[in-house]
């Protein structure tokens, strides 16, 4: 099993066992590309989905659907802190988290732009309750101020995003994670061929294999060692780039963390 400090490395990709605030201290990113916990009501929302099963049997909570907490405001403005020299920020959130992390890269000097939506084609019916599903995620954008900045993407991202089927979620690695066609397109909208991708939430490492996919460099942290072994078995099995993007460069992802070890 791996532990924290474990670093696994491959073609133009890192990825690292640990909380990010510690293992990830080292790291100055082109482009923050993450998918962290949402808040306490989406998290406990999740933990209490209710199994397949008719109105007149007992419905159970699934249990370990999900293995990580919520996100707060203040790990929010960590976050914002800690990566505030990253031309670009891009964030995902829950109609709660996405006010936070507007208002962190705020705090933080940055340019914000209005949240962008991820529209989920085939949304999860509600299980509970009786309102309406979550079928939008949002996305906030936002970059450091200066004319530099502008010009550090091909194209003017679009304002929402489509891609995903219920087929990419039966192929998540984690609960909630991205398909990989959205985080490719993401990832060609916020960056550069040759730049260096951060996802602190790595997860499934589907942001850190969609940018080496794309022709950048990936560096992540994961903090469950169960999920960064998954993470680095997927990592592993290699890819096929996209041809029009160019291979991922040679040059070194980050100087590794001192005293961590080498798990791949």
Excluded at 37 to 58: C, D, F, I, L, N
Excluded at 96 to 106: D, I, K
């Amino acid at each position: 099993m791996a532990k924290h400090g474990d670093i696994a490395k491959g073609p133009g990709w890192e990825l690292r066992c640990g909380d990010w605030q510690q293992v990830l201290a080292d790291v100055q990113c082109d482009a923050l590309i993450t998918d962290p916990p949402y808040s306490q009501r989406t998290a406990t929302g999740q933990r209490s989905a209710s199994t397949k099963g008719s109105a007149t049997r007992t419905q159970q909570p699934v249990a370990g659907r999900i293995r990580y907490g919520h996100i707060t405001s203040g790990d929010c403005a960590a976050l914002a802190r800690q990566f505030a020299g990253a031309l670009w920020f891009v964030v995902f959130g829950d109609h709660l988290t996405a006010g936070w992390h507007r208002a962190a890269a705020e705090a933080a000097g940055r340019y914000v732009f209005a949240p962008v939506p991820w529209c989920k084609p085939d949304a999860a019916p509600r299980l509970r309750g009786d309102g309406p599903p979550s079928a939008v995620e949002w996305i906030t954008a936002s970059r450091t101020r200066g004319k530099d900045s502008i010009a550090v993407i091909r194209k003017q991202p679009p304002g929402y995003y489509l891609l995903g089927t219920m087929a990419h979620r039966r192929a998540q690695v984690v609960v909630g994670g991205k398909p990989a066609p959205l985080m490719r397109s993401i990832v060609r909208d916020y960056s550069l061929p040759g730049a260096l991708v951060c996802d602190p939430f790595a997860g499934g490492a589907t942001t850190l294999l969609a940018a080496v996919m794309e022709g950048r460099r990936a560096i992540g942290a994961e903090l469950d060692p169960e999920t960064f072994e998954k993470a680095v078995a997927r990592l592993s099995r290699g890819y096929t780039p996209d041809l029009f993007a160019g291979a991922p460069t040679a040059k070194p992802v980050q100087t590794s963390l001192q005293g961590g070890s080498d798990a791949g």
